[in-house]
Nanobody, 123 residues
């Protein structure tokens, strides 16, 4: 499965973005999908994930109030909506797919990765 993340950009603090993750195959619906981010000089960190059917979501503790993960399997696309953006949200955001019935929160649980989309938040 090839993943293509998009939707990043330059936004002012307080704004919102909706990131998309388009999959190349319909088998995307068989995979859990996760979002990670990596800020300059920092390790990649888990943001949110959603199970294959979309009924179960998990968020990193500090992200659960401003981040919303969703998916549309008919469109082979996953989404990450970010509200009330802060400068510390500046990072490259990656989507990933896991061959799992659950919702992995570790990067090691994901087998397919998109190339990342840059989000830059200005103060």
């Amino acid at each position: 499965v090839q993943l293509q993340a998009s939707g990043g950009g330059l936004v002012q603090a307080g704004g919102s973005l909706r990131l998309s993750c388009a999959a190349s195959e319909r088998t995307f619906s068989h995979y859990a999908m996760g979002w990670f981010r990596q800020a300059p000089g920092k390790e990649r960190e888990f943001v949110a994930a959603i199970n294959w059917v979309g009924g179960v979501t998990r968020y990193a503790y500090s992200f659960e109030d401003r981040f919303t993960v969703s998916r549309d399997n008919a469109k082979k696309t996953g989404y990450l909506e970010i509200n009330s953006l802060k400068p510390e949200d500046t990072a490259v955001y990656y989507c990933a797919a896991a061959s799992s019935w659950g919702v992995p929160v570790s990067a090691s649980g994901y087998v397919y990765w998109g190339q990342g989309t840059q989000v830059t938040v200005s103060s």
